[in-house]
């Protein structure tokens, strides 16, 4: 097997009450891995991609990027090769900007932002148009739009291919779908999984519907009290069905 | 017809303080106190130098830096030292003042048979008043060019997104506390840069020049925003000017009533606070509006 994009060694996470949220964890993630993550609430999802985006400094252990340890290196470093969507349709857009200039601004993610006009010319705004049309749900007409007046729908599926824009080395989806309705959701995760297996993503999707997280990516993994209990691939995952699942949910 | 053009000078002369506290109150979302001491700052620096002998330009020039400095230790203890914006902006702005006394060597400074930046001679020939109207006019159209082409660049943008929303920002690898450091020193140069060209129009600096300048600031953009509702961000910073030159229209018509310049404080702050009062008191007259049309309204 080729070599992980991104390791994560004996990581450990303690807060200052004493508290272990994330133990002696170990994960390797393989170029194109799709991996949905389950887990109880409290069980150390949202520690996990806190501590592989940098928000969340390790108490232990290592964070490895192509071989490189990176454990210390800050969020907005690591910005350069991560790109992430958030839960809330709120979080992942700039709300008094328009869409066009949230998706200019996506295109520097990570590089230099420097005094040179911004760019947003006819040729850019054409290029837009093309990327939002995509998503299948009218985005391409509101390129002029201030984000904050858009559907919840239309913002996730903004930020989504903002995070996408410049391919990263790693995307972190955080239960993108969730806030959404269930036509809405369906629509993106549907998005989701073309622009994954067609731009050759490698990512990590947090999930609480086991059917999306059977049904999509090639690896699943089961998180419980900051450890991971289950992590099955291929064959494997697809062998699984939700009464499987369910029994990780029970202990 | 004198005074309506000393007000309209007066108007064009401070919407400098009303655009560069745009930066910070609108684009990064909070009310930045230091401009309070950093406008008396960069008035006493200007001051005190053209008294010592220095080139009224390079006067003007020197405020801007040392309002950049007041922005930027602001910046530092908000980003990186927690310290709540506000509370931060009041403890640079308390400091502000002994430094202006420090810097002036008394309470106040006259600018009488001194040259400033009002001793042009094109400005000198015009009629009264007008030099401020002119001087003023060019003024703020440089500093207008300035930020509506620094607001286009690609750390412009992303000054705007880091006030928009921090997350986002960040997570697009947004340096955002620099960019909160950042803004808060332009603005603070920018009012500091005010602040010495309105004392070189008024002949003096003193230490208590910076009282209700925060208020007077505020006033221009929100008189600015309900007049003209719903702009793009170059206009609404140019509804920012306008916006203070009704002000001081109002403000000289509520002295004509009879008021005292000793009121000018609490007029400002009346003012202020209509004008921030009228958005709601609209949504209620609409309110009142569906009312009357009875069931129509709900279809």
Same mark, same amino acid.
């Given at each position: ?6 390791? %994560? ?46 928000? %969340? ?47 200019? %601004? ?13 760019? %947003? ?131 | ?18 655009? @560069? ?21 960069? @008035? ?23 309002? @950049? ?231």
């Amino acid at each position: 097997m080729t070599n992980p994009v991104f390791s %994560l060694k004996e990581a450990t996470v303690t807060v200052p009450n004493g508290t272990t949220i994330m133990d002696h964890l170990n994960l390797d993630i393989y170029p194109e891995d799709f991996i949905t993550v389950l887990g109880t609430n409290g069980a150390g999802k949202s520690t996990l991609f806190n501590v592989i985006s940098g928000d %969340l400094p390790l108490s232990s252990g290592r964070v490895e990027h192509n071989g490189e340890d990176i454990t210390a290196v800050p969020a907005v470093k690591r910005t350069a090769f991560l790109a992430r969507v958030f839960q809330d349709p709120k979080l992942g857009t700039a709300p008094r900007m328009t869409v066009a200039e949230n998706l200019l %601004l996506a295109e520097k993610r990570g590089s230099r932002r420097t005094l040179k006009n911004r760019q %947003l010319t006819a040729k850019k705004l054409e290029k837009y148009y093309e990327l939002t049309k995509t998503m299948g749900n009218n985005l391409e007409d509101r390129l002029q739009t201030a984000t904050g007046s858009l559907s919840g729908g239309q913002r996730q599926a903004l930020s989504f291919l903002m995070a996408t824009q410049v391919k990263p080395g790693l995307l972190l989806l955080d239960e993108h779908t969730a806030a959404l309705d269930p036509k809405t959701s369906d629509q993106l995760m549907a998005a989701t999984n073309h622009q994954v297996k067609d731009n050759h993503l490698t990512s990590l999707m947090i999930t609480h519907n086991l059917k999306d997280a059977l049904t999509y990516g090639n690896r699943l993994i089961v998180l419980n009290a900051g450890k991971i209990i289950l992590d099955v691939r291929d064959e494997e995952k697809e062998a699984l069905t939700e009464t499987d699942l369910l029994r990780y949910f029970t202990r | 017809m004198s005074i309506i053009v000393s007000s309209i000078s007066q108007g064009i002369l401070w919407a400098v303080l009303g655009v @560069a506290l745009y930066l910070t109150f609108r684009i990064l979302n909070f009310a930045d106190m230091t401009v309070e001491g950093s406008f008396p700052l960069g @008035a006493s620096t200007a001051v005190a130098l053209i008294a010592h002998g220095t080139n009224p330009f390079l006067a003007t020039i020197a405020a801007l830096f040392v309002g @950049a400095l007041a922005g930027l230790i602001t910046g530092v203890l908000y980003t990186k030292g927690k310290i709540p914006i506000l509370l931060a902006g009041i403890l640079v702005m308390t400091a502000c003042l002994s430094i202006n006394l420090r810097i002036m060597g008394s309470a106040n400074i006259s600018l009488l048979d001194q040259k400033t930046i009002f001793s042009l001679s094109f400005l000198q020939d015009l009629p009264k008043y007008f030099d401020g109207v002119v001087l003023g006019l060019i003024v703020i159209t440089i500093i207008l060019g300035f930020l509506m082409w620094f607001l286009q660049t690609e750390l412009g943008q992303a000054f705007i997104a880091t006030g928009d929303n921090k997350v986002m920002a960040a997570a697009f690898g947004i340096k955002t506390d620099q960019m909160t450091i950042m803004g808060l020193m332009v603005s603070n140069a920018l009012i500091a840069f005010g602040g010495a060209v309105i004392a070189q129009n008024n002949g003096f600096a003193d230490i208590n020049m910076g009282i209700g300048i925060i208020v007077i600031a505020l006033a221009s953009i929100i008189i600015g925003e309900v007049a003209f509702g719903d702009l793009s961000l170059n206009q609404r910073l140019v509804a920012v000017v306008i916006g203070s030159i009704i002000y001081r229209l109002v403000l000289l018509a509520v002295l004509q009533l009879g008021f005292s310049t000793n009121d000018l404080n609490l007029i400002s702050s009346i003012i202020l606070a209509i004008a921030m009062m009228i958005p709601q008191a609209r949504k209620y007259l609409k309110l009142d509006k569906v009312l009357h049309m009875g069931g129509k309204a709900h279809d």
